[in-house]
Nanobody
Framework: EVQLVESGGGLVQAGGSLRLSCAAS????????IGWFRQAPGKEREGVSC????????AYADSVLGRFTISSDNAKNTVYLHLNNLLPEDTAVYYC??????????????????????WGQGTQVTVSS
């Protein structure tokens, strides 16, 4: 069974940086996607970024493009989300999730939470102004 464990959240001032980690295990396929999602109180879950294992393709939400970067360390089975130039509106619980690879390009589905079957427990990111 796929298991995901997030870490790296915390409290940071606006303009600061954090690195979130998602340690993954249990995959039986070489083609899967790891996505990062976030949910703030009273708001819907939002896709932030994702990366595909088979080709390294990535996708980003417009709200984080240019500020967040997703990367993977295959040797450690870990996906990272680098959060830079953080804004108070980035405050949320951040979740990583795993999905089996689909035939379509990652950009067509990677930020849609409904495609993801496995979820981590979440890590809180709080950005103070």
């Amino acid at each position: 069974e796929v298991q995901l464990v997030e870490s790296g959240g915390g409290l940071v001032q606006a303009g600061g940086s954090l690195r979130l980690s998602c340690a993954a295990s249990g995959f039986t396929s070489d083609d899967y996607a790891i996505g990062w999602f976030r949910q703030a109180p009273g708001k819907e879950r939002e896709g932030v970024s994702c990366i595909r294992s088979s080709d390294g393709s990535t996708a980003y939400a417009d709200s984080v493009l240019g500020r967040f970067t997703i990367s993977s360390d295959n040797a450690k089975n870990t996906v990272y989300l680098h959060l830079n130039n953080l804004l108070p509106e980035d405050t949320a619980v951040y979740y990583c999730a795993a999905a089996a690879g689909l035939s379509a390009h990652l950009s067509a589905w990677g930020l849609s939470w409904s495609w993801y079957d496995y979820w981590g427990q979440g890590t809180q990111v709080t950005v103070s102004s």
